[in-house]
Structures are given as structure tokens and as C-alpha cells.
């Protein structure tokens, strides 16, 4: 994965954390390459490479914000993880919802961190930072999804 730029998907709907969450990974340590989408319909339609996303990358990571248009975060995030060629995308659940219950249900429909956003500009920034550093300098990632998607793999070899 290190040829080329981590691929992260942004599903986002507000304006102003759209543009903090950009400017912090344009400022990152890691190469990457965000593309953004505003809803659920459009994320899944970007992750389906359906039109006008034929041409989409396969996102390396997912921040997905759960309160959204048209279809929500936990929408997606349950249609995601049904999918067999979508479902080891990680997905970090990065919303304002500090509630119990959205907190437990992200991780019932196998999201793999949830973040609650800061509300103060500083923090804000330093949160994506530390999602930047986790995500894609401390975890590995696989490097090769397509050949990944969908398989099995037999319990001899874990």
C-alpha cells in the first residue's frame, strides 16, 4: 500500500467539517487521497461504484458521520457490513452523538471505532491528527483489498 496514497472515503454532510477534516489530512504525515461524499445514498453509490461513482477508488478507510441526509450512518454502516466485498473496509464512526445508545449500536453493526466529534476548532484538528496516525501509520492495513473481498478463509489459517 505504500506505492500509493491511502484512499479514505469521507461521508459528511456538514460544510465546516468537511473542509477541518481535509485541511488535516492535507496537512498529515501520511499520503492519501480523501474523496467526500454528503449523504448515505451518495456513500453507497460511491462504495458500489454506481453512477456517477463508476470511476471511485476502494476506499482504505471510512469516516462516516451517523446523522445524515437521506440515509443515515447507521444505514450505511449496516448495508456495508452485509456487503461481502465491502464489509473489511474499516469504518470510523466520526459523529457529534455522544449517546450510549448510538455508541453501542456503531459497534453492533461492526463499526471499528467510534469517535465523538470536539466541538472546539483545536481539538477538532487534533482528533482527525490522531485518527491520521492510528489509522494509517500504527495499524496495518491489507494492501491488496480486490484480492481480499469476499474470501474466506479457513480456520487453519489464522
Same mark, same amino acid.
Given at each position: 500500500?505504500?506505492?500509493?496514497?491511502?484512499?479514505?472515503?469521507?461521508?459528511?454532510?456538514?460544510?465546516?467539517?468537511?473542509?477541518?477534516?481535509?485541511?488535516?489530512?492535507?496537512?498529515?504525515?501520511?499520503?492519501?487521497?480523501?474523496?467526500?461524499?454528503?449523504?448515505?445514498?451518495?456513500?453507497?453509490?460511491?462504495?458500489?461504484?454506481?453512477? +456517477?461513482?463508476?470511476?471511485? +477508488?476502494? +476506499?482504505?478507510?471510512?469516516?462516516?458521520?451517523?446523522?445524515?441526509?437521506?440515509?443515515?450512518?447507521?444505514?450505511?454502516?449496516?448495508?456495508?457490513?452485509?456487503?461481502?466485498?465491502?464489509?473489511?473496509?474499516?469504518?470510523?464512526?466520526?459523529?457529534?452523538?455522544?449517546?450510549?445508545?448510538?455508541?453501542?449500536?456503531?459497534?453492533?453493526?461492526?463499526?471499528?471505532?467510534?469517535?465523538?466529534?470536539?466541538?472546539?476548532?483545536?481539538?477538532?484538528?487534533?482528533?482527525?491528527?490522531?485518527?491520521?496516525?492510528?489509522?494509517?501509520?500504527?495499524?496495518?492495513?491489507?494492501?491488496?483489498?480486490?484480492?481480499?473481498?469476499?474470501?474466506?478463509? +479457513?480456520?487453519?489459517?489464522?
Amino acid at each position: 500500500m505504500k506505492n500509493r496514497p491511502i484512499e479514505i472515503l469521507l461521508v459528511e454532510d456538514s460544510p465546516s467539517d468537511t473542509e477541518l477534516t481535509m485541511e488535516a489530512f492535507r496537512e498529515g504525515s501520511v499520503e492519501s487521497h480523501l474523496s467526500h461524499v454528503e449523504d448515505g445514498v451518495e456513500a453507497l453509490s460511491f462504495l458500489g461504484r454506481r453512477q +456517477p461513482y463508476s470511476q471511485a +477508488p476502494r +476506499p482504505d478507510l471510512i469516516l462516516l458521520d451517523l446523522n445524515l441526509p437521506q440515509k443515515d450512518g447507521r444505514e450505511v454502516l449496516a448495508e456495508l457490513k452485509k456487503d461481502p466485498e465491502l464489509r473489511t473496509i474499516p469504518v470510523v464512526v466520526l459523529t457529534t452523538s455522544r449517546s450510549d445508545q448510538d455508541i453501542a449500536r456503531a459497534y453492533q453493526l461492526q463499526a471499528n471505532c467510534y469517535i465523538s466529534k470536539p466541538v472546539e476548532f483545536e481539538q477538532f484538528v487534533r482528533v482527525v491528527r490522531l485518527i491520521e496516525h492510528f489509522w494509517l501509520e500504527v495499524a496495518s492495513l491489507p494492501s491488496d483489498w480486490e484480492c481480499l473481498a469476499g474470501r474466506t478463509f +479457513p480456520p487453519d489459517s489464522y
